[in-house]
């Protein structure tokens, strides 16, 4: 039974947008920091940003200002808004808890993002 379930990547151009959404279990979301994680063709998988089951968010650098995380607990579900997209933003998006369970991981959604 699928636990997480990312959705909303696709293509779009340089200076674009895109939410991402992560469905998940409720035995998975509450309770826990959930964060979005990319890896980019020949890179480490990375943690983008997190968010606590209060709110509390955190970003790596190189999207702070035009990410943003946030959750629903109703619906038990993460997003991820991005905006002013770059080409280096290219990669497949995961959704998972922080700090991340390795059978936690899901097939991604991937972003692609056009020069």
């Known amino acids: 039974q699928v636990q997480l379930v990312e959705s909303g990547g696709g293509l779009v151009q340089a200076g674009g947008s895109l939410r991402l959404s992560c469905a998940a279990s409720?035995?998975?979301?509450?309770?826990?920091?959930m964060g979005w994680y990319r890896q980019a063709p020949g890179k480490q998988r990375e943690l983008v940003a997190r968010?606590?089951?209060?709110?509390?968010?955190y970003y790596v650098d190189s999207v702070k200002g035009r990410f943003s995380i946030s959750r629903d607990n109703a619906k038990t579900t993460v997003y991820l808004q991005m905006n002013s997209l770059k080409a280096e933003d290219t990669a497949v998006y995961y959704c998972?808890?922080?700090?991340?369970?390795?059978?936690?991981w899901g097939q991604g959604t991937q972003v692609t993002v056009s020069s």
């Open positions: 998972n808890i922080w700090p991340p369970r390795e059978n936690y």
């Open positions: 409720r035995s998975i979301f509450s309770m826990n920091f």
């Open positions: 968010i606590s089951s209060g709110g509390n968010t």
